[in-house]
């Protein structure tokens, strides 16, 4: 079983960065694509950012040029860079494993919540 575990959010003000962590347990780590979801209050989760498991990144254009997401395969870890944080960016935001293994499961970490202060 897969669990990921979020942390790094806070409260921030406008300009301000912060770095999200998202840890998961298991050996599949490596082997799968990763993303950064975020669900802000009374709109649908969105993607934010993904890497594949040999680095390729993709980003919502509503953060190219702010965020950046990059993986450490050897500390089973993805991050999340967030700079010049926008009252926007204020939500609740989720780390994804895969699709992985012959099923193509997605596993969801319980989220983290990001409050940008204008």
């Known amino acids: 079983q897969v669990q990921l575990v979020e942390s790094g959010g806070d409260l921030v003000q406008a300009g301000g960065s912060l770095r999200l962590s998202c840890v998961a347990s298991?050996?599949?780590?490596?082997?799968?694509?990763m993303a950064w979801h975020r669900q802000a209050p009374g709109k649908q989760r969105e993607l934010v950012a993904s890497i594949t498991s040999g680095g390729s990144t993709n980003y919502a254009d509503s953060v190219k040029g702010r965020f950046t997401i990059s993986r450490d395969n050897a500390k089973n870890t993805v991050y999340l860079q967030m700079n010049n944080l926008k009252p926007e960016d204020t939500a609740v935001y989720y780390c994804?494993?895969?699709?992985?293994?012959?099923?193509?499961?997605?596993?969801w970490g319980k989220g983290t919540l990001v409050t940008v202060s204008s």
């Open positions: 994804r494993l895969g699709p992985s293994g012959l099923l193509g499961m997605y596993y």
């Open positions: 298991g050996s599949i780590f490596s082997i799968n694509a």
